[in-house]
């Protein structure tokens, strides 16, 4: 081959391919067959981002779009792997129920279930609301993922406030398809799927069906049980699809989804950092208690099977379990061709099953569970639209839009034998671990207690439903100048209903408090004296240490204004406590009754009561939160403008709106103000060099009030049973009252060189908090005496790397007739950010890039292709989150072989 044929322009037709039928049947509808024909011929990427078979460069929006076959080719099935081909957008790795995405910085760090996600995703022309969704699935037989930027509402079903996600999969036809992919990988990596289709009843119905499976084991093995590693997959998945055309006015689809549940162990991915500091910022010693002084006590040392260097060195656990995950699905996608507009009905189910059981960093029975939530999710959603045809002075569509969604949630808390002795103070833990009843008390502490556990509820019943109203214009002014105007408003009603108790009182009820909150236990309370405090029961002062009694405030008398009893009197209430009390000092000490303990023995009744109560933490009955209900408006203006065929610039205003959140915090209800963001972008479209070079570049500012994420906010229910005069703050979803983005985006494609095609995004991100007075302390800022939040005005926004981007690179090397050698590869590139809220220096994770590669060998048609795939090709080991004691690790490189081919 010559030189000079080797750099032989040619037209960017001949490079990408062009996208296959749009994300819903209704927009395939929507465009008749010469204009589908006419975009074929163009060979111009196209998207769906308007519910139209559009050119991307008309479409006056920040658009990144990457084509399924470009994912095929390097393995890349997982939302991580999909986020690494678009600039500015990036994917927080946590668990497969917390795990979040975020677009222009602006959704990355913290959510709760009750909480609308800040980047849209939508499948198949279906809104997911709720981001564990896309978490722990794979995504398959894909023909274009799309990005847009910037809010998104009076089109595309739920509104979202930073942007899409728009995933298309490929579709039924009335053509025989059947595509193949087996992959092997390193630690017995096993990927398959098929995909398989055609006519059932020629010109009438038509199907197509999806299967993959996606299992192997992780990096980390658990030396406990080594069949456990860290992160393993274990996916398996299959939808099918029919399309049903029984006239030329009409059209449907019917698509079912099921992904049956399995484990995969995510949660604990973490080790101690080895040597973390030991003073704050301003010289004083850091005095909290460290995993590494827990295994110095004794109760630990005596087990020489494990030591601090396996404990810093490995990650050895004997409760952790798999976080099981699962979900199914049905859509019915329905298209009218009904004069001269089409109407399109698209009604879908969505249910998600989420159950973790975790564990603390040691194999010793401190925790069954160390927290885990149990989430059983549904959503329903309806939306009609009316979509007008093109051509005319104006296009327009229009609808409504309903969605209903149901999260059951239990976040689960199970205490084992060695808790007690984990939790205790040093001073508890010093008077318990003296004789034979203290070790008793200190096992029976939190033996086998079980929790429905305060973070931020134990048990919540989320409904959300929300009614919308929509419509969206462009108005062809002159050949050369369109306006696209949008409005939306989406009537919101949020509930929550909540709980947090004891669903087991394990090995020893008799150590439960006697009230919490309102919320009766059945137990005692045993304090000593302290100072000048005085000591109430049933409101009339009482001797120090007397069973059943609760503290006041110091120096008064007045019993404390939290609620004391609920069902039943003080009296009634008393005589119970005394019993408990009797019971104690005859199991631990052998003792006629709790009056004939000597104060050692009080005190270490107190002890092991007080461990309990600290563990469990706050309690609260069934209440129902401030709901949050409101009509929020989202809209769009946006001009257009083609200088020419190749060169359309463009500017756009967008307004759209985040739900509140109907929450609890601390058991008491704690309603959370919308989100509202505005977003100007300017930017332009280029087809360059004889259509060679696609170039594409914007400018944007954004501005959003009352940002939702962690704030430090008051505590009332703290507040009001300590009850001395001292406001009590926590750390909780609130809202920040001022943020703002603003950056420059480049989005290309070039195909000048023959065989040759490079993909390419980059984004320079400045988000900051505008307006932050009511932030929680960094860690090495809250020492004591320090106020209990801090201004992080002006500072950069967590979660937000301020430079992005990254290359895609496909090259394709005939050889021997119709055989070709290919060469694939991705590189992603971030710059470093916070990965805390509170901005800790200890919470930076550098910069890092990650490249992606394969080579492989195959036939020009694509009926087969043999491929050596390497993933982290460089090894790049940055952590994916880290804080002053803890760090995750990257994943390393994997390397794998993988077969494709068509029939």
């Known amino acids: 081959m010559t030189t000079k044929h080797l750099f032989r322009r040619r037209p960017l037709a001949a490079l990408i391919a062009t996208l296959a039928a749009g994300s819903a049947l209704a927009q395939e509808a929507a465009v008749p067959a010469a204009a589908a024909d006419e975009t074929q011929a163009l060979g111009a990427v196209t998207v769906r981002s308007r519910n139209r078979i559009e050119k991307l460069q008309d479409v006056p929006l920040s658009i990144s779009v990457v084509q399924g076959a470009e994912l095929d080719r390097l393995g890349a099935v997982g939302i991580d792997d999909i986020t690494k081909r678009a600039a500015n957008v990036s994917w927080n790795l946590g668990n497969q129920r917390t795990s979040s995405i975020s677009i222009r910085g602006i959704g990355k760090i913290g959510q709760t279930e009750a909480q609308d996600p800040s980047v849209g ?419 009339i002062v009482v001797a120090a240490g007397t069973p059943g009694a609760v503290q006041a405030a110091a120096g008064t008398s007045a019993a404390p204004t939290v609620t004391l009893t609920t069902d039943t009197t003080d009296a009634t209430r008393s005589a119970s406590a005394l019993a408990a009390a009797d019971k104690a000092a005859a199991k631990y000490f052998g003792a006629a009754n709790w009056a004939a303990l000597t104060v050692a023995q009080q005190r270490q009744l107190a002890d092991a009561q007080a461990i309990r109560k600290t563990a469990v933490g706050v309690l609260f009955p069934n209440a129902e939160a401030e709901p949050f209900k409101k009509t929020q408006p989202a809209w769009v203006l946006s001009p257009s403008y083609k200088f020419n065929t190749d060169l359309t610039g463009y500017a756009s205003l967008q307004h759209g709106e985040k739900a509140g959140i109907a929450q609890f915090v601390n058991g008491v209800s704690a309603l959370v103000k919308p989100e509202k963001t505005d977003s100007v972008e300017i930017g332009f479209k280029s087809a360059l060099f004889k259509k060679t070079l696609i170039f594409n570049a914007d400018v944007f500012l954004t501005r959003i009030k009352n940002y939702q994420q962690s704030v430090r906010v008051l505590d009332a229910y703290t507040t009001q049973l300590n009850n001395d005069g001292t406001s009590y703050y926590t750390s909780a979803t609130g809202s920040v009252p001022k943020v703002e983005v603003k950056g420059l985006e480049i989005d290309g494609v070039y195909g000048g060189i023959q065989n040759l095609t490079v993909r390419f995004s980059a984004a320079y991100n400045d988000a900051k908090y505008k307006s932050f007075p009511n932030a929680a302390q960094r860690t090495e800022d809250n020492y004591p005496g320090a106020t209990p939040y801090t201004d992080l005005s002006g500072k950069p926004l967590a979660g937000s790397a301020k430079y992005t981007g990254n290359v895609g690179v496909d090259y394709r090397q005939p050889v021997w007739g119709d055989k070709e050698i290919n060469y694939t590869a991705n590189a992603a590139f971030s710059s470093s950010f916070y990965s805390d809220v509170g901005l800790s220096a200890y919470s930076i994770v550098p910069k890092s890039t990650t490249v992606d590669a394969g080579i492989g060998f195959g036939t020009r048609n694509k009926n087969f292709n043999v491929t050596l795939l390497v993933k982290n090709l460089f090894n790049d080991d940055t952590v994916r989150s880290i804080s002053s004691t803890s760090y995750s690790p990257a994943l390393p490189r994997s390397v794998g072989i993988q077969f494709m081919a068509k029939l």
């Not at 509402?153 to 595509?179: E, H, M, Q, W, Y």
């Not at 050895?316 to 099981?324: A, C, I, K, M, Y």
């Not at 408003?489 to 947090?500: Q, W």
């Open 121 to 539: 995703i939508i499948v198949d022309g279906v809104s997911y609301a709720y981001n564990a969704l896309t978490s722990s699935f794979d995504f398959v037989d894909i023909d274009t993922v799309e990005v847009t930027r910037g809010p998104q509402g009076t089109l595309l079903g739920k509104n979202a406030s930073v942007g899409n996600i728009i995933f298309t999969t490929k579709r039924p036809s009335f053509t025989p398809t059947a595509d193949f992919t087996l992959g092997f990988r390193q630690r017995d990596g096993v990927f398959a799927t098929a995909a398989i289709g055609g006519p059932i009843v020629d010109g009438l119905v038509a199907w197509r069906g999806t299967f993959s499976a996606n299992r192997g084991a992780g990096d980390i093995k658990n030396p406990y049980n080594r069949d456990i590693s860290y992160t393993n997959t274990d996916r398996v998945s299959g939808r099918v699809q029919f399309l049903v055309t029984p006239s030329a006015d009409f059209k449907a689809r019917f698509a079912f989804d099921l992904q049956p549940r399995a484990g995969e162990t995510t949660n604990g991915r973490s080790f101690p950092v080895v040597n973390p500091p030991t003073t704050y910022s301003n010289g004083a010693p850091i005095t909290t208690l460290t995993n590494e002084q827990r295994l110095a006590r004794r109760w630990f040392t005596d087990n020489t099977g494990y030591t601090l260097s396996d404990y810093q060195n490995t990650l050895t656990t004997d409760s952790v379990r798999g976080l099981v995950t699962g979900s199914s699905g049905a859509t019915a996608d329905l298209s009218w061709q009904v004069a001269g507009h089409t109407l399109t009905s698209i009604t879908a189910y969505k249910r998600y099953h989420f159950n973790a059981v975790n564990d603390d960093a040691t194999p010793f029975d401190v925790y069954r569970n160390a927290g885990g939530f149990w989430n059983d999710y549904w959503q329903a959603s309806q939306e009609l639209r009316l979509t007008s045809a093109t051509g005319g002075f104006v296009d327009y569509q229009a609808g409504l839009y309903f969605i209903k969604v149901d999260n059951q949630v239990d976040y689960r808390r199970w205490w084992g034998n060695d808790a007690g002795a984990w939790f205790a103070t040093t001073a508890q833990y010093n008077r318990l671990d003296a004789n034979g009843a203290g070790r008793d008390l200190l096992r029976n502490s939190l033996a086998n207690v079980k929790a429905s556990f305060n973070s931020p509820t134990g048990v919540q019943d989320i409904r959300n439903q929300s009614a919308a109203i929509f419509a969206q214009a462009n108005w062809h002014l002159s050949d050369t100048l369109t306006l696209t105007t949008g409005l939306r408003l989406t009537n919101e009603d949020r509930r929550n209903a909540g709980t947090s108790r004891i669903s087991s009182d394990g090995s020893a009820p008799e150590l439960n408090p006697s009230i919490v909150n309102g919320v009766l236990l059945g137990g005692f309370d045993s304090y000593l004296n302290t100072g000048s405090a005085k000591w109430v029961k049933n409101g």
